[in-house]
């Protein structure tokens, strides 16, 4: 019998954040954006209207299991299977945790809600905020990031200024660089503009090495990262994969079960979650394992992506 459906995963290795216990707030998959390089697949109705999608009691009673059973974590990083700030119980969850354990809060965001300010508000009771900046400019910003009628560059950077003066804790912004999408000078200084205005503590660069919902979606190759880093300045680090060697044993016994499962058939994200009763970001992080042992191969199909086991030469 598969284990029931749970809020919390893990802990997982993260490649910024260490032993992450993930924490996954809201439904499969509700975003405000729906970026081409999205691991989940396609947003099927962006959404902009906050509210109560699970009950922050059963998160916190399943917390208390762990603590209980002697849950070790780096840190406690909500997220979800898709933009956790959409959850508008979000505060009441971090006071919850804050009272039963002294492990920092991560969140990571689109940083497309900022803008508000409940959601900022929120956001402050967390150690480390995680967004996103993936454009400085509006026609970049639509092409990458597809975001919501209701959103703008402008409001995403004017959302993350605002509460970067209402936050004493830190933000470590993400760039996710797309070769041909986002790389050429012009959007390059844009996005330095953009940083400036932000002030976060540290810039994150990654890249496409993991497959996409969209095709042709091509990763920057590492000498025309290393250069954009030092465009961006002092703060700016590239994000290396986290080495399989600091993964455990209970980890990859999990990924043992993805590959059993894709030795029978290619399976999507949501065939892996479902069958193994996980959430779609857990099975993330037994495929990107198994990626990175070679253990398996993808394929995109109209935008959905499926995953089946290698076979040997
Ligand atoms: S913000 Fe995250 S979850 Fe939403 S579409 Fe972009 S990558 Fe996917």
Redesign the pocket.
Known sequence: MPEEKKYLYGPVPSRRLGRSLGVDIVPF?L?????V????GK?TEKNLERSDFIPVEAVLAELKEKLVAGLQADFLTIGGS??PTLHSRLGALIDGIKKLTAIPVAILT?GTMLYKPDVRADCAKADVVLP?LDAGDEQTYQRI?RPHTGLTIEKLVSGLCAFRDEFSGQIWLEVFLIDGFNTDNHQIAKIKEAIDRIRPDKVQLNTAVRPTTEPGIKALDPERLRAIAQQLGENCELIADFSSARQGGNFQARAEDVLSMLKRRPCSLSDISAALSITPNEALKYITLLQQQGAIDSQNKDGVIFFSKQIAD
Do not use: A, F, V
């Open positions: 998959k975003c405000s954006l729906d970026c390089y999205c691991q989940l947003t898709g933009e689109n996103s990031n």
